[in-house]
């Protein structure tokens, strides 16, 4: 299946810095997150650590085969928090008002219809929640991405506030990606 030996490989730790991408968002015990994208589960399974077993990680994908091989993943590091999610390329299927967090690790830009996306994500998050996108940075020539696959901060805001998101954060802490964090607007 195209792309899921790419989001193991071994030097990815090391070029993306995962986890201090999730230390920067502070993520509590007990929280119900959102993994939309999931893949394989490579931050899935970092985000149930910090969630801890009284919290739980909703990991989505729109590829059956990605969600066997996190389920895989799960299984082999003893993980029971992880709930695997087959979503709809316009829909999550996520349960509505109870998530605190939704991340998008390199999705954003892959959705084949973000307007009914971002309206379902925005449904399923708590009034305070966050909507919180990692995209490799268009600005930059030196990351060494197709352009197909990186966004700009001012794209991505265009694109995301006028579904009931306001800007909060733009952090450039990590080598290749911006993070941009979003809050819910109220209604
Ligand atoms: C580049 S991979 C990133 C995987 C994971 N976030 C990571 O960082 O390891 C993009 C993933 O987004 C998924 N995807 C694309 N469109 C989607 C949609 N509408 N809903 C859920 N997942 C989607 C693809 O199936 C793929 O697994």
Known sequence: MA?????????????????QALDELKIAKGWTVADIGAGVGYMSWRMAERVGPTGKVYAND?????????KKNMLERHISNV??????????????GQIDLVLLVDVYHEFSQPQKMLRHIRAALKPDGRLVLLEYRAEDPKVPILPLHKMTVDQVKSEIEPEGFRLDKVLETLPRQHIIIFRRKPA
């Not at 729109?62 to 996190?70: A, H, T, V």
């Not at 709930?83 to 509505?96: C, M, N, Q, S």
Request: charged share 30%; hydrophobic share 40%.
């Open 62 to 70: 729109i590829q059956p085969q990605m969600l066997e091989l996190l």
């Open 3 to 19: 792309g899921a030996p790419w989001l193991v490989r071994e030097e990815r730790a090391a070029e993306e810095h995962p986890d």
């Open 83 to 96: 709930i695997p999610v087959l979503g709809e390329p316009d829909d999550p299927k996520l349960p509505e």
